[in-house]
């Protein structure tokens, strides 16, 4: 039950042994309201002439009410000291996706495409990709015919947004000139294994044909299905994927794209972001205090009992 913004539920405590204290504010209020009883011989004998005294049964209903607010106002101080807690909203937590982006850095990424070249193009629509996977884990390697890791998995993506200038086609070494898919993809796949929370994806950028692929799918599909990682290949420059990079790709549960302009780069990463959801795990609920009903009780006491001051009390006379 919600009021006013504030759940009303049956409150737990952290110190429960501190409740046994309410004994004394429900003695308290058993005087108030027996002491007639209890002690009549402490009755005001008022001298009245040729008139009958009123019993005053109104009047000592509204006093009694007026001194039971201090110790109401005991038990709610009891109540607050004891801890009141209640379950706190439930809550879940997004799960990592580890992400390894495999750049090819061949001498052809270096064709026009758009206004840059494809390498560009490749590393902004990366950039823009980061901001969609908000708590994942990025690497980065490039490849070529060898492959470097060059960013390590790591939840800052600056480090990322940082490297292009470092490996770029024109400034690689000769073992990067040409295009060997498949030793990335294994290079990747060993990255990803020191890795055991979370899902793991490998995201290709390439627009070359790779000759290590052909009678190596099947041996390579099952490497990547026996480590659980899914593969997503962009084909960069306008030409249809290798028929061994989407194989590979639909058996491990990804895709392979084709951008042929860079306006195509971005669209191919969110659907990219769209077929791989970050996963939502519940977790455990955690205790809040409760103090806002207490608090308002005690509040309400304390004007209900600065009001009766007013006038509702014993003459001390």
Not at 137 to 156: I, K, N
Not at 173 to 182: C, D, R, S, V
Not at 202 to 221: H, K, M, Q, R, Y
Not at 228 to 254: H, K, M, Y
Request: charged content about 20%; aromatic content about 10%; glycine content about 6%.
């Amino acid at each position: 039950m919600i009021f006013h913004g504030f759940p009303l539920v049956w409150p737990q405590f952290a110190h429960p042994a501190l409740l046994f204290a309410l004994v004394l504010p429900a003695l308290l209020l058993s005087w108030v309201w027996a002491k007639p009883w209890l002690m009549p011989s402490r009755r005001v004998v008022l001298p009245l002439d040729q008139a009958r005294a009123g019993r005053g049964r109104w009047v000592w209903a509204l006093i009694s009410l007026a001194e039971t607010v201090p110790p109401l106002l005991l038990a709610v101080a009891i109540c607050i000291l004891a801890g009141p807690q209640r379950n706190g909203p439930p809550t879940q937590k997004r799960s990592m996706t580890n992400i390894q982006f495999a750049v090819d850095v061949s001498g052809s990424m270096l064709a026009p495409f758009g206004d840059g070249n494809r390498y560009d193009a490749s590393m902004k629509a990366i950039d823009k990709f980061l901001d969609y996977r908000k708590g994942d884990a990025f690497g980065l390697t490039f490849f070529g015919d060898a492959f470097v890791h060059w960013v390590p998995l790591t939840t800052d993506p600056s480090a990322i947004r940082c490297s292009p200038p470092f490996m770029r086609p024109e400034t690689v070494p000769a073992p990067f000139m040409g295009t060997a898919i498949a030793k990335a993809l294994r290079g990747c796949k060993a990255e990803l294994r020191r890795r055991d929370e979370g899902d793991k994806m490998i995201l290709v950028v390439t627009d070359g044909f790779s000759p290590d692929l052909v009678d190596n799918a099947s041996e390579l599909v099952r490497e990547l299905k026996g480590e659980q990682v899914s593969v997503f290949c962009i084909i960069v420059g306008g030409f249809e994927p290798q028929a061994e990079v989407i194989n590979i790709c639909r058996l491990t549960d990804g895709e392979a794209f084709r951008a042929d302009d860079p306006e195509a780069l971005p669209a191919v990463f969110k659907k990219i972001d769209a077929m791989n959801q970050a996963k939502l795990t519940p977790t455990f609920v955690d205790t809040v205090d409760y103090h806002e009903p207490f608090a308002a009780a005690g509040l309400a006491l304390l004007v209900a009992g600065a009001l009766s001051l007013l006038g509702l009390r014993y003459n001390p006379w």
